[in-house]
């Protein structure tokens, strides 16, 4: 719907400038007297700058069922330069922002006639918006550049206080929209005041000289720190200028300043930059389109944009989208209603919002599904319905899956499982490898017990020969490079290496490619099409990481494993393979791992203890917080996404909250 709506509001906007243009060159005579133009929707405010005392005027334009839902609050966006920015965003509010009231701030009402004849009505905006005096003295006098900290405070004191205290505002979402000198303006706020707003458009900011200034701020700020989060901007950041716009003058201090907060690696900051087309005049109604579809993307967890949006680039949500009804999307997912007693309903609902305010990291998605059946769909962050997720390790899981389906296909039998892995490669040297390359099986690099040992320096060196790596030549590169494979040395090693060994054997026994059956004998029988699968430098797929998926995707993985390998009555993964995948059937070693977690077929197992019973749990695991959780006896599968770069403590509530709330009395 906001798609259709962007191109109508764009259609808006040419037909509007041309029909302008056209009246440039014909002239209308008429016998009867005009009149202002007057529109019910905007109230016209008065305001006064209580310690300047100053006059100026809010433009306050309300949702069209403000009044309907009383119970409702309302996220707010604030533009300053408003008689010039005033019918542009209404437009965008009628298309995009439908459920945003818009606040306009006017320039000083009461400046001197003088002044105001001089240089215009908006005499006022090169004293409030900007951040230094000017060098000139005589100009200074005149208009009296550099007082931004001041008409910062009259927006913090006076026009933020009387918008909350007058309208049903949302805190969580309020708004700055500014352009040009005003988008200098939004700049400075970010910096000096940055809890100010959650969200900030800045479009084309004359921040040309100020780079020093802003600088400054930012330093008072200080680093960001993962480990504090009050460290944070807590701010999403829509910034644009021109395509034609100077180089020197324009772009490259934009430029600087977009490097500016990028090199903070604030994770609660987020940064698009967009450029324009056309120069600094004619690039601001695009701007404002384009900003204000970014802006709706913030207030609903349905995105605008697409897949080949950066993830990093993807602004956090303003509030948790969090529903105990999940709603039908057709996708191959039954939908139910949350069914646990009220006390444990409770406790989710504030485990999740502490999940959205990083009470337990960065969490960008919670699922849970009970009796195959998505009953509870949350998301936090980048958490996004319809924007495919990274998996990392937990791709690892996936490969498995995909062995068992080829397993189950006639391709692999359980016994090939302890086979030497290469036995199956016809287009490898073993007489060229090292010894006890044959003690390699897929069972040993499924437990993460292949053997390898390589040097890594030489490693990245070899890695430069792609033609070297390619298909099969990725094993024998492997085995020539690697140590003498021995009893000793098959013990558990976490990493890469082992999955691609599994991959490369797919590849060879399945018909075609590995990339094709992966997609038709897995992904496309269960409805996943909105992924994006890399392939490594061998060109096969990617068998330990490099996946994005959707979070309602993952969870159908999650149902297969739940269900022993069965879609809709059809053996999908050989029953069997996926018994033995998921069972626990080494320790792993890493000092960091929970001493009670055990390793399958790059599947994990522990045991969740609720009152006097424990419970099996099988899950796949991708650094930041990916998990697809597997709880047979309780018929539950849950579904975590995040990019968290901590310690992952999400594990603690859900075992100690949401799986016991799943368990009978």
């Not at 900051?269 to 695009?286: C, D, R």
């Not at 599947?603 to 695991?621: C, I, L, R």
Request: proline fraction near 4%.
């Amino acid at each position: 719907m906001n798609v259709i709506k962007l191109v109508v509001l764009s259609f808006t906007m040419l037909t509007t400038i041309a029909f302008a243009q056209e009246n440039r060159t014909t002239e209308l005579t008429s016998n009867r007297e005009g009149s202002s133009l007057e529109s019910p929707q905007i109230r016209v405010v008065p305001i006064k700058d209580s310690k300047t005392e100053r006059n100026y005027e809010l433009y306050i334009e309300l949702p069209e069922d403000y009044a309907e839902n009383q119970n409702k609050t309302y996220p707010v966006l604030y533009y300053t330069d408003a008689t010039w920015h005033r019918e542009m965003l209404s437009a965008c509010q009628e298309y995009l922002l439908e459920e945003v009231i818009l606040v306009g701030i006017s320039w000083q009402l009461d400046i001197s006639d003088d002044l105001k004849k001089e240089v215009g009505p908006h005499a006022s905006r090169f004293r409030d918006y900007s951040i230094s005096k000017h060098s000139n003295p005589e100009i200074q006098t005149k208009y009296q550049f550099g007082q931004a900290r001041e008409h910062l405070d009259f927006i913090r004191k006076d026009v933020l206080t009387y918008v909350d205290a007058t309208y049903r505002t949302d805190p969580n979402s309020r708004t700055y929209f500014g352009y040009s000198l005003s988008g200098e303006f939004g700049a400075y706020i970010l910096l000096a005041q940055p809890d100010t707003f959650n969200n900030y458009i800045v479009g084309s900011p004359t921040v040309r000289g100020e780079m020093e200034n802003l600088a400054e701020l930012h330093s008072k700020i200080g680093p960001f720190d993962a480990s504090n989060r009050d460290s944070s901007l807590k701010a999403n950041v829509f910034i644009a200028y021109g395509s034609l716009e100077d180089e020197e003058r324009v772009v490259e201090p934009i430029e600087a300043f977009v490097k500016l907060l990028n090199d903070r690696r604030d994770d609660g900051l987020s940064v698009t930059k967009e450029v324009i087309e056309g120069s600094h005049q004619t690039a601001f109604p695009s701007t404002a389109v384009s900003s204000t579809n970014w802006l709706s993307s913030v207030m609903t967890p349905i995105s605008n944009y697409g897949k080949e949006v950066s993830f990093w680039s993807i602004p956090h949500l303003n509030n948790a989208y969090i529903s105990t009804t999940p709603e039908d999307r057709k996708d191959g997912i039954s939908v139910d209603t949350l069914a646990v007693q009220d006390n444990d309903e409770k406790a989710i609902l504030k485990v999740s919002q502490e999940i959205f305010e990083g009470t337990y990291g960065s969490y960008d998605a919670l699922l849970i599904s009970h009796q195959n059946k998505l009953v509870f769909e949350s998301y936090y962050k980048k958490g996004r319905i319809n924007l495919p997720h990274g998996q990392a390790s937990a791709v690892k899981a996936y490969t498995s899956l995909v062995l068992g389906r080829a397993i189950q296909m006639g391709y692999l039998s359980m016994e090939d499982l302890h086979k030497p892995l290469i036995s199956f490669l016809k287009e490898v040297d073993p007489k060229k490898m090292t010894d006890g390359a044959e003690k390699i099986t897929l069972h040993k690099a499924l437990t993460m017990h292949g053997g390898l040992a390589i040097d890594e320096d030489s490693w990245k060196e070899i890695e430069k020969d792609t033609a070297r790596l390619r298909g099969q030549g990725l094993v024998q590169t492997l085995l020539e490079q690697s140590e003498p494979i021995t009893a000793e040395s098959q013990t558990y090693l976490y990493g890469n290496f082992n999955p691609m060994l599994v991959m490369t054997v797919i590849d060879a026994v399945v018909p075609g490619t590995a990339e094709d059956f992966i997609k038709t004998e897995l992904l496309d029988k269960l409805g996943i099409a909105d992924y994006t699968w890399a392939n490594h430098t061998s060109g096969l797929p990617e068998a330990g990481w490099r996946v994005s998926m959707l979070s309602r995707d993952m969870l159908k993985l999650g149902n297969l494993v739940l269900n022993g390998g069965k879609l809709n009555g059809e053996q999908l993964i050989s029953a069997a393979y996926l018994d033995k995948a998921t069972s626990g059937i080494v320790k792993p070693t890493q000092d960091w791992m929970p001493k009670d977690y055990r390793y399958g077929y790059f599947w994990y197992q522990t045991q969740v203890q609720v009152g006097d019973k424990s419970y099996d749990a099988t899950f796949a695991w991708g650094g930041g917080g990916q998990r697809v959780i597997v709880v047979e006896d309780l018929d539950l599968t849950l579904v975590i996404s995040g990019h968290d770069g901590e310690d992952d403590k999400i594990m603690t509530q859900i075992s100690e909250i949401v799986i016991p709330a799943f368990v009978k009395s």
